[in-house]
């Protein structure tokens, strides 16, 4: 059974960082796609950033502030978040695609939150 478990989320000041982390358990299909996206109150979730083959795409909002990365010996994915601002208060879910373009599942994390004080 495919478990994700976030971390790394917590209350930060504006212009602070916080790295978050995404654990993975139980996979046994190939990893096609990672990605962090993240839910405001009374909006719907976003994406953030995504890792696929090797390569990075960013939503406009984060770039050069953040970045994706993963750490496949330790099964982790991670989101370094740099230059916080209250914009960026949200839960904060990873996702993995397992599988392959034409036929791929698609696992979420419980989520973390993520609040920044002006």
């Known amino acids: 059974q495919v478990r994700l478990v976030e971390s790394g989320g917590g209350l930060v000041q504006a212009g602070g960082s916080l790295r978050l982390s995404c654990a993975a358990s139980?996979?046994?299909?190939?990893?096609?796609?990672m990605g962090w996206y993240r839910q405001a109150p009374g909006k719907q979730r976003d994406l953030v950033a995504t890792?696929?083959?090797?390569?990075?795409t960013y939503a406009d909002s984060v770039k050069g502030r953040f970045t994706i990365s993963s750490d496949n010996a330790k099964h982790t994915l991670y989101l370094q978040m740099n230059n916080l601002n209250p914009q960026d208060t949200a839960v904060y879910y990873c996702?993995?695609?397992?599988?392959?373009?034409?036929?791929?599942?698609?696992?979420w994390g419980q989520g973390t939150q993520v609040t920044v004080s002006s």
């Open positions: 996702r993995y695609g397992l599988g392959n373009a034409r036929a791929m599942s698609i696992y």
């Open positions: 139980g996979i046994t299909y190939s990893i096609y796609s």
């Open positions: 890792l696929t083959g090797g390569s990075t």
